[in-house]
């Protein structure tokens, strides 16, 4: 394997992330929600196994955002002019980030209810 592609595979990636960061309005709302909750579960005190599920669901967000904003460039990029294909493509990506955020808001209330309730009752 050759160590410079390799590194240079990373900077292309880190490219993309910071890219996505400073283009993307979903995106950084998913980032300023996802240190909410690390700030909730360090407070919280989670166990092991939540604070698993807890970073999978974050980075999982960021890489559907990612993909989501992936696919409207490629159908951009394939498509400049309005076509219904383009848009339900559009349309489909964004449903996927919107299913997946629907899910771990409650997988994520499901670990944090009963610690609250714990803290408040």
Known sequence: MDSRKLIKSFIYASHGILHVIKSEQNFRFHLLAA??????????????????IIIMLICGMFMVELLNASIERVVDL?????HELALQAKDLAAGACLIYAICSAV???????PKWWGILF
Do not use: H
């Open 107 to 113: 997988v994520g209330l499901i670990i944090f209810i």
């Open 35 to 52: 240190i909410v909750v690390i700030i909730a579960s360090i407070t919280t005190g989670l166990s092991k196994t939540e604070w698993i």
């Open 78 to 82: 394939a498509s400049p002019d309005y």
